[in-house]
């Protein structure tokens, strides 16, 4: 079974940078796409960015500009560089996989959520 560790969330005054990573282990499989999503108190679970397996990313509008999603495929690594953070980019960020696990005539996919990294950006 794979698992997801995250990295990289903490404290950052308005205008900083930080740099999140995931990294998916623990298994044979194929890595469909790669998101982080985030989740402010009170609010709902919402996208930030995807990059799938072919490269083609999509990005928030409300980040578009500021973060940028890139992979590391040898490390079946993601990771979130986020630039010119704002007090309203605050919230846990969740890493999210899509996998597919295959066999003898078979295979599976799987969807996988990190325990998340709190971000916290003052003004």
């Known amino acids: 079974q794979a698992q997801l560790v995250e990295s990289g969330g903490g404290f950052v005054q308005a205008g900083g940078s930080l740099r999140l990573s995931c990294t998916a282990s623990?298994?044979?499989?194929?890595?469909?796409?790669m998101a982080w999503y985030r989740q402010a108190p009170g609010n709902q679970r919402n996208l930030v960015a995807i990059?799938?397996?072919?490269?083609?990313?999509d990005i928030a509008d409300s980040v578009k500009g500021r973060f940028t999603i890139s992979t590391d495929n040898a490390k079946n690594t993601v990771y979130l560089q986020m630039n010119s953070l704002k007090p309203e980019d605050t919230a846990v960020y969740l890493c999210?996989?899509?996998?597919?696990?295959?066999?003898?005539?078979?295979?599976?996919?799987?969807?996988?959520w990190g325990q998340g990294t709190q971000v916290t950006v003052s003004s």
């Open positions: 999210n996989v899509d996998l597919t696990v295959s066999g003898d005539g078979w295979s599976t996919q799987y969807d996988y």
């Open positions: 623990g298994g044979i499989f194929s890595i469909n796409s």
């Open positions: 990059i799938n397996s072919d490269g083609s990313t």
